[in-house]
């Protein structure tokens, strides 16, 4: 059974065109394989001042687009293009490089409103950085859904109660958005040799820790049902299944994936192992590589 291995908190910062996000304060190798995890508002806008991501490479990773309120336009170098809406999902694999942009639909762009998402980063391990591009976009009419007694889940990458996602990934990833109502309870398994966790947005949950000591019955116990709040993630530690108990009604991320143990050297949207690949990474754009 897993329990809360830490509790990372989330802070605010402005992205791409000037769009707020929640990013948990951990980034890189303690979230290992994931190198970012952002929720994107809710950020409210006026008619014609939506914002996005305007034309940016990619090279070394995975960009994981997730919408869950508003509309987006995307295109990028491969001649891949489309539109995000609630539910949808892109997953681009940028491999050896990409450009792309990420922008609201210009028919948001019109009345304006919300938008609300998640990007999230899935690092790829060194002998696969310089694979193909690819893309893969499942509309939400076409994600599989996993519902039980109080409990519905889209299972974006992974499995979940034996409903399993469509997504081919390049190593084992386990994405799930879940919703709980109040008091229901969640048992995931997981295989026991991946880092998992857990990012709280709505409501808050616990999770029961299987190290408890219960002085006396009825007690709480020491270190018993660790809570996870909305705006934060919790870290897990190793275990084969995760039990989840909604406190509030509730909506969060279950994210799992390998230990990658390679050594990360980051500078903005490339994500390469040493500096001279980013180096090589940064001539190779300016030298129009990744667009052809
Ligand atoms: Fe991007």
Redesign the pocket.
Known sequence: MRAVKSIVPTHRVQE?GGFWVRRPAAMGSLMSPFLLLDEMGPNVSAPGEAVG?PW?P?RGFE?VTYLLEGRMQHEDSAGNKGELNPGDVQW?TAGRGIV?S?EPHEEFQKTGGTIHGF?IWVNLPSKHKMMSPRYQEIPSSESPIAQDEGIWARVIAGECLGINSSIDTVIPITLIHVKMEKNAQLVKQLESDLNGMIYVFSGKVTIDNPLQVKTHPGSPGIGSNQQIRDGELALLTKGKEIMIQSETESEFLILAGPELNEPIARYG?FVMNTQEEIHQAILDYRNGMFTN
Request: aromatic share 0%; hydrophobic share 20%; net charge negative.
């Open positions: 791409g991501a940016h990619h960009t681009m792309h990420e990007q949207p």
